[in-house]
């Protein structure tokens, strides 16, 4: 009987600590040896030339969300998967998302069975909390982490989502209490709507009044507000999409205070701007996303945190929708005013090759720091790791090989997504993923699927080592 599954031969392993030429013997999906040569496979891949890296952990996802009324998301579990393990991908998050009046396990519950016996790859659901009522406080959440549902997302804007300042803090304080790891989508409600309503009344309603209702002051004071938030209540949060300078520099201040404050951004943010936003008729529709995209000197400040080290994760924040739809970008309502286009767009495919292309082969990062960024890091905060996010015996046999010297031109028609369009049509990358190997199993190979099985997994997960809180406690109530 042969003694691996799978071999890869002759590559160079990069790890987010480590870069060596090796071998990786691959038995009963899982890594069981990485060495100068590794003998008797039942299949070998011969990686010689190529980089073989961790799979790419997406830990920021948007999949087959509820989007309000008429609105339809473009990707099931099925084809958001798909696409993920086409762009080199081995794992995701998306979010199970509680409706307000309704119960935070039924929404999990529900979602787990839009995933089930969909996934082409392991999934791992964050939760997201509208409705923190004392029931979901202190019951359902508690019992949900414990069920390995470890990590979940408030938001600080949109009219059904919005946690008032009292509801952070008391979602912050359960958070501390178990040990969850919190996710902040930090722009101001109220300033969104007072710029929204300021330019509605002057008629300012195509696209691009998308970014005017959201500049990044908006951002900014949000980021702040979170922060001191969680300060007084002594708990650890990761900052999500953060989009230019100004949320940046909140961030890196929280952290020369050493508070346990995070950030991800996203490949919109090092390569789209506000005048994507500003194209004709309803073309600017496509880039609309939230925080949007600002401008080239804010593109600088974000490549400034990706190098100092401010940022922790780099995700799509993929959250598709057709454009020529009305269901989708083009909905009747979204042609009267920017309000109603829906926030989002796909990247789940193309988010390693933008990050590569302008990080690595740019030479603005190492290959370490990009695995760092798009899959260790992501294993670590959101209690994947040892399981996920390296390569080393014991851990899943989640594996992306890759040709840094290929050149490829991103084309909608070569993409898996549900998504009509991508934001990226004829962007040039260098560096390219070849093969994804998840679990042990060569699902995508030289741009063809090769194992078509939806073999991905339901994650339970541990408590994040980074959601432990400093030790300062507030003061307790009288």
């Known amino acids: ?216 002051v908006v951002e900014r004071e949000a980021a702040h507000r979170a922060i001191s938030h969680a300060e007084l209540v002594d708990v650890p949060i990761m900052i999500v999409h953060v989009s230019g300078r100004e949320a940046m520099e909140q961030v890196r201040w929280a952290q020369a205070r050493g508070l346990k404050v995070y950030a991800e951004t996203c490949p919109q943010y090092i390569t789209l701007t506000a005048e994507d936003l500003d194209r004709v008729d309803m073309e600017g529709a496509k880039y609309v996303c939230s925080p949007p995209p600002r401008d080239q000197e804010s593109q600088r400040a974000i490549w400034e945190g990706i190098e100092q080290g401010v940022f922790q994760l780099f995700s799509s924040d993929h959250c598709p929708f057709r454009y020529d739809d009305p269901k989708g970008k083009l909905n009747p309502r979204g042609r009267s005013s920017f309000r109603w286009v829906p926030n989002g767009i796909p990247g789940i495919e193309t988010r390693l090759p933008i990050l590569f292309s302008e990080g690595v082969s740019a030479g603005r990062i190492s290959l370490n720091r990009f695995v760092e960024l798009t899959s260790t890091n992501h294993a670590k905060f959101y209690g994947l790791y040892p399981r996920k996010g390296s390569i080393a015996p014991g851990f899943d046999a989640d594996i992306t090989i890759w040709d840094p010297a290929r050149r490829e031109t991103i084309r909608q028609d070569a993409l898996h997504h549900g998504s009509d369009y991508t934001p990226w049509e004829g962007f040039e990358v260098t560096g390219w993923p070849v093969t994804t190997v998840a679990g042990g199993r060569v699902v995508f190979d030289r741009g063809r699927f090769v194992d078509e099985a939806p073999a991905g997994r339901v994650l339970q997960r541990d408590l994040s080592p980074y959601a432990v809180p400093r030790g300062r406690a507030p003061a307790p109530s009288a």
């Not at 579990?77 to 119960?103: D, H, L």
């Not at 999934?123 to 409705?131: A, E, Q, R, Y």
């Open 1 to 216: 009987m042969p003694a691996f599954d799978l071999a890869i031969r002759g590559g160079t392993v990069v790890t987010a600590a480590d870069t060596v030429r090796a071998d990786v013997g691959i038995r009963d999906g899982r890594i069981v040896a990485v060495a100068e040569r590794v003998e008797g496979a039942s299949r070998e891949i011969d990686a010689s030339g190529l980089l073989v890296l961790p799979g790419g952990i997406d830990s920021h996802v948007h999949i087959a969300q509820d989007s309000g009324p008429g609105i339809t998301m473009a990707d099931d579990f099925a084809s958001a998967t798909r696409a993920a393990a086409a762009g080199g991908n081995t794992c995701v998050m998306p979010f199970a998302m509680q409706k307000k009046g309704e119960s935070l396990r039924g929404a999990v519950e529900a979602y787990r069975r839009l995933a089930e016996g969909q996934c082409l790859i392991d999934v791992g659901f964050h939760l997201i909390i509208s409705d923190p009522t004392p029931e979901v406080l202190g019951q359902e959440l508690p019992a949900l982490l414990k069920d390995g549902f470890t990590s979940f997302k408030v938001f600080m804007t949109y009219d059904d989502l919005v946690l008032s300042d009292r509801q952070l803090l008391d979602v912050f304080d359960v958070a501390r209490q178990e040990g969850a790891l919190v996710m902040v989508h930090a722009e101001g409600y109220d300033a969104i709507r007072y710029m929204t309503e300021r330019l509605e009344r002057a008629g300012r309603t195509a696209p691009i009044g998308h970014a005017l209702s959201r500049p990044e």
